[in-house]
């Protein structure tokens, strides 16, 4: 099978431009493709990446699922685990690790759900 060589065809449209055109004709094509990508990203996620990020917060495996499980169960996700985390180590002055800790075992749950509420209320 020989394939036919169409590049001249293919290239009309960009021919005239100068190198400076066709750099930044590149970055506006990928970021067409990307930024979808990256919405999504912001917009969505799943367990398994919410799981990923506590481990790299240096959170126990064994606690990881406790915790994405707790997110799930108190409308959480949406706000990530690492955050939940994070904003219970913040307002009760503890560390990551035990706050981490604190939510496997079902503690404070209720706080982070009235903090998340107070937030989205636009009460800061």
């Known amino acids: 099978m020989i394939r036919e060589d169409d590049f001249e065809e293919r290239r009309k449209h960009i021919a005239n431009l100068s190198d400076e055109e066709l750099y930044k004709r590149f970055w506006e094509l990928t970021a067409q493709v990307v930024d979808p990508l990256l919405e999504l990203g912001y917009k969505n996620t799943t367990p398994s990446v919410e799981r990923s990020v506590l481990l790299r917060m240096g959170v126990s495996s064994l606690d990881t699922q406790k915790i994405v499980q707790g997110c799930m169960d108190n409308g959480l996700m949406g706000h990530g685990a690492g955050h939940v985390v994070y904003v219970i180590a913040k307002e009760k002055g503890i560390s990551i690790r035990e706050a981490s800790i604190a939510l496997?075992?079902?503690?404070?749950?209720q706080d982070a759900v009235a903090y998340?509420?107070?937030k989205k209320g636009g009460n800061k």
């Open 116 to 118: 998340f509420n107070k």
């Open 104 to 109: 496997a075992n079902g503690e404070y749950w």
